[in-house]
């Protein structure tokens, strides 16, 4: 059904120019509503596009349009049909009706893309651009000075089929398509000096990390400096099985210096169950990596972007 529909739109012009191009707004828009409701769907594409066309400015043929995407069960095509319609009329029905249509849009945070400021919208177009291209070190710069204007902020965010998640408080930025390979990045500093910045590519299925996951991460605490590789599974956002730990941990006698480097080799591993790490057996495990902060069971809800 929903490739049926789908076709129609590229028949579209030439089936609106066989007669039914001559109608008024309220006669195409009567019409989508009788082929709606007689499940005549292919008609019902047509003469609501027809209507949308001769008046972009009045919602209710979007309203019908995305009636029908959903009675398909084109879920994709029923919000962009709303996101359009929106944009196009400022309708609070549509907005609340697209609202609704996912857990995601109403986290705690989100906006919709074009109603951020244009210098947060400048500011992820950017972002995303310079971290999928694996431009870390202007991805680290660019989060070391976000344009918030106050803390402890997280947004939540939709720009070209991807779902974006950044907090200012920890300079974190996720960015998770519906299928296919995400992306994640900080970078920061604590009020004890302690330094980080981290780069991940990683599987995602239904807007969610599953599959193979990699990270590496640079940190820098007093006389310690740590680069360090991790690769593993994580499956629905939480961390599983056994995680592959290797790089460099550095130390300094002279810090401003940098006199005196001892540095030593790790190449270790670390077991998970869904997000719990297992008891340490080897005492060379211990290991102060980023993946100890893992998403614990309890935080399983907030993790999970799908709808």
Known sequence: MKRIVGGLIILLLVLCSCGKGTLTWQEQYD?????????????????????????????????????????????????????????????????DKLKSSSQFYMRYGFSFFNQLKPEQR???????????????????????????????????????????????????????????????CSAGKTADDWTWRD????????WTWNGEHSLYSESWFQARIDRINFNGQMVDGLLDGRIYITGTQTYLDDIDEHENVKTQSLNTTKEYDR??????????????????????KEDVESIKWGD
Not at 168 to 176: A, D, G, Q, V
């Open 31 to 95: 019409l989508g509503m009788r082929y709606l409701d007689e499940g005549n769907y292919q008609e019902a594409v047509i003469t609501f596009t027809a209507a949308i066309e001769i008046d972009p400015k009045r919602a209710e043929a979007y309203a019908g349009l995305s009636d029908l995407y959903r009675a398909v069960g084109d879920d994709d095509m029923f919000r962009r049909t709303l996101q359009k319609g929106y944009d196009a009329t400022a309708d609070m029905v549509l907005y």
């Open 122 to 184: 400048k500011f992820i177009s950017d972002l995303v651009d310079v971290i999928i291209n694996g431009d870390k070190d202007s991805a680290w710069e660019m989060l070391e000075n976000t344009p918030w204007e106050e803390n402890h902020t997280t947004l939540y965010t939709e720009c070209d089929q991807v779902r974006i998640g950044v907090n200012s408080e920890t300079n974190r930025i996720e960015i998770r398509p519906r299928n296919g390979i995400g992306y994640y």
């Open 199 to 206: 780069y991940g590519t990683g599987a995602c299925e239904n």
């Open 275 to 296: 997000g719990s790490l297992l008891p340490i057996t080897d005492e060379r495990d211990r290991l102060d990596g980023v993946f100890n902060a893992s998403y614990s």
